[in-house]
């Protein structure tokens, strides 16, 4: 079991950037594969980057790629998401999830979830 709490979401501009860090205590935290996902009010749950445990293998959402960076820490048991050039689009509360195995697209393939942190971004 792992448990995870996310910090760092906040009330931005269009344009600012953030850092998101999802972090846990327990030594299971590495062995899991950790994915962020977003929903915004009235819809589905998406999938916005996820890190394996290899800290080099990392994948994206389609909306990802060029604004937002996934990165590991093993050290201090911590995922960041880096956010930037944020648009009201991006208000959404962000979720972070432990996979131990499954398709790290898929929301229900993750075991373990956050609470989650409210980003909101205003024009």
């Known amino acids: 079991q792992v448990r995870l709490v996310e910090s760092g979401g906040g009330l931005v501009q269009a344009g600012d950037s953030l850092r998101l860090s999802c972090a846990a205590s327990?030594?299971?935290?590495?062995?899991?594969?950790i994915g962020w996902f977003r929903q915004a009010p009235g819809k589905e749950r998406v999938f916005v980057a996820a890190?394996?445990?290899?800290?080099?293998?990392?994948r994206y959402g389609a909306f990802a790629p060029g604004r937002f960076t996934i990165s590991r820490d093993h050290a201090m048991k911590t995922v960041y998401l880096q956010m930037n050039t944020l648009t009201p689009e991006d208000t959404a509360i962000y979720y972070c999830?432990?996979?131990?195995?499954?398709?790290?697209?898929?929301?229900?393939?993750?075991?373990?979830w956050g609470p989650g942190t409210q980003v909101t971004v205003s024009s």
């Open positions: 999830a432990a996979l131990e195995a499954g398709t790290w697209a898929q929301s229900y393939d993750y075991r373990y």
């Open positions: 327990e030594e299971s935290f590495s062995r899991y594969v």
């Open positions: 890190v394996g445990t290899k800290v080099r293998d990392k």
